[in-house]
């Protein structure tokens, strides 16, 4: 069985192993891509947002406060613009309103992330793979040679080291893949994070407003911030 495994490893070699690794670049960076698209969309600073919300939904200004959040789009807003088609219902309806949405939005901007994540946790040991495949073919070759009565010092250069060389530059591809993922992942990370919580900064203006509910506000906490 290890023989047969060896075998195969050997006819095959690690050539695979690489064009593995650039297909799982060219996913991640159709991801980054179309998630760089979705996170553009969204406005990096709600500070003016929140004021102007807080003049209007304290002057009572229930029409005026929904023109202004839809025209500011993102998700925040509309999170936000949920709790709001529930003012006359109560804080307890808007808290579970904006909470619904939150999930949804939150679904919605955390889609094919994973793969980013997957891609930048896995590519390092697909490039090992590779690695070890090539290991595994010039320890043959030189145990083919060493059968054939050839000294070490003539088998090295020219049949060992070449193997391993090319077997160690599919590691570095690995690494290559790995490491863009994971700083992509972290970055629309954090911008999903800041952009939960500018949702929740609006959605507590709006609580304040429409009256204290203490048992709707952990349930839109909750959805922001996840489990």
Excluded: C
Aim: aromatic residues 4%; proline residues 4%; negative net charge.
């Amino acid at each position: 069985m290890i023989e047969q495994s060896k075998r195969l490893m050997v006819d095959v070699g690690p050539s695979w192993v690489l064009w593995l690794l650039i297909v799982l670049s060219i996913l991640s960076l159709a991801v980054a891509l179309d998630r760089w698209r979705v996170f553009r969309s969204q406005p990096r600073q709600v500070d003016a947002l929140v004021q102007h919300l807080h003049r209007l939904l304290e002057a009572g200004n229930i029409d005026h406060a929904r023109r202004e959040l839809s025209n500011a789009r993102g998700v925040a807003a509309e999170i936000v613009l949920a709790g709001l088609a529930q003012w006359e219902r109560g804080a307890s309806a808007a808290g579970e309103a904006m909470a619904a949405a939150t999930g949804l939005k939150r679904a919605q901007l955390e889609r094919r992330l994973i793969v980013l994540g997957t891609v930048g946790n896995n590519a390092p040991f697909v490039g090992l793979l590779g690695t070890v495949i090539g290991i595994v073919g010039a320890f043959d070759e030189l145990g083919k040679a060493g059968r054939a009565a050839a000294t070490a010092a003539e088998l090295a250069p020219e049949r060992v080291m070449a193997p391993i060389a090319e077997a160690l530059v599919v590691t570095a591809v690995g690494l290559v893949v790995a490491i863009p993922a994971v700083a992509l992942f972290n970055y629309f990370q954090d911008r999903l994070l800041a952009t939960l919580a500018d949702a929740e900064t609006l959605g507590h203006v709006l609580l304040a407003h429409v009256g204290a509910a203490p048992e709707a506000e952990p349930a839109f906490d909750e959805a922001a911030h996840g489990s």
